[in-house]
């Protein structure tokens, strides 16, 4: 009896892993370097992935995937269709990962801590960068006395004005 309701569970679960709802998921979060998977699945970097799948996948198949989610949607935001009225949980811890919280909501039973340690994973697209290592963009008016001596700064130490400017406020003599 038991054994009959193994491999029935089995079969249900081997059924599962060939949904196109889990390839694709799976697909894009191994492309992109959230996730690793000891079977063959198709890469699929560039695929738009639907919340509602993604959700699907992660409750049926592999947890790993709502682990990963928030992170995911967070950093590469133009993959998914985030809507916050559908998916108002999702778009909660979001938001908690982008302003950096500490604490937060758990995810479909996936603890907030968890899922915190993903979003500074360095991605395989080094395009695609972390929070704290994306650059801001600030403008600033300064004194043309200024701009020469930053000017001559940089090309003393041959690297760009904002280098420049980074190093002598952060101390490092790269």
Request: hydrophobic share 40%; charged share 35%; aromatic share 6%.
């Amino acid at each position: 009896m038991l054994l009959k309701e193994i491999r029935a569970k089995a079969k249900e679960d081997e059924k599962k892993r060939r949904d196109r709802r889990f390839l694709d998921t799976m697909g894009f979060l191994v492309a992109k370097g959230f996730l690793q998977t000891n079977f063959d699945v198709l890469w699929a970097p560039n695929k738009r992935v639907q919340i509602d799948d993604a959700i699907w996948a992660g409750k049926n198949v592999e947890p790993r995937i709502l682990e990963v989610l928030p992170a995911a949607v967070l950093r590469l935001g133009r993959h998914f269709d985030l809507d916050p009225e559908r998916h108002g949980d999702l778009a909660r811890v979001v938001a908690r990962l982008r302003r950096g919280e500490e604490q937060g909501d758990a995810f479909y039973g996936m603890p907030y801590d968890k899922m915190k340690q993903w979003v500074e994973l360095p991605l395989r697209d080094r395009r695609v960068k972390p929070l704290t290592k994306k650059k801001v963009v600030k403008t600033f008016r300064l004194d043309p006395a200024a701009v020469k001596c930053l000017k001559n700064l940089a090309n003393d130490k041959q690297c760009t004005e904002t280098e420049a400017l980074e190093r002598l406020l952060l101390g490092n003599t790269r």
